[in-house]
């Protein structure tokens, strides 16, 4: 058998592959008033990300859709979709309702428009199910 050379290449923290800024994609249907706003600080704070760096928030306007591929040169490792279905972001997923898929490189959390959300216990809760499932996986 040869023997092989094996290279330790170290990288600096500023360009560590695999890392993105805004790793938290929150997508979302129409502009939001101020209690929606703070429902969205509430989750971000609950996944541990600061709504201003790690978060990528997108107001999905139907009339002219927008593959998620071309959203950002980034990719998340979770997407929070209020009231979009993935093939409406050019995803390829059968998700007929609320719920979490995990896809190779991220997973994706579907739930209703947050002004649903927001007066939705039960919606709530399955929201923060999903939530809990990915923190619970990213450990």
Aim: charged share 20%.
């Amino acid at each position: 058998m040869l023997p092989y050379t094996t290279y330790h290449i170290p990288e600096t923290p500023e360009h560590k592959t695999g890392i993105s800024g805004q790793w938290l994609w929150l997508i979302v249907r129409q502009p939001l008033l101020a209690p929606e706003e703070d429902l969205l600080q509430k989750i971000s704070t609950a996944l541990k990300a600061d709504l201003t760096v790690d978060v990528l928030r997108v107001a999905f306007d139907p009339a002219s859709p927008v593959p998620m591929s071309t959203m950002s040169n980034q990719q998340p490792r979770l997407v929070i979709s209020f009231g979009v279905p993935p093939a409406d972001l050019g995803l390829w997923i059968d998700m007929s309702r609320t719920g979490m898929c995990k896809l190779e490189s991220m997973s994706f959390i579907l739930t209703l428009p947050i002004d649903e959300l927001a007066v939705n216990p039960n919606a709530k809760k399955t929201l923060w199910n999903c939530m809990q499932t990915y923190m619970e996986e990213r450990k």
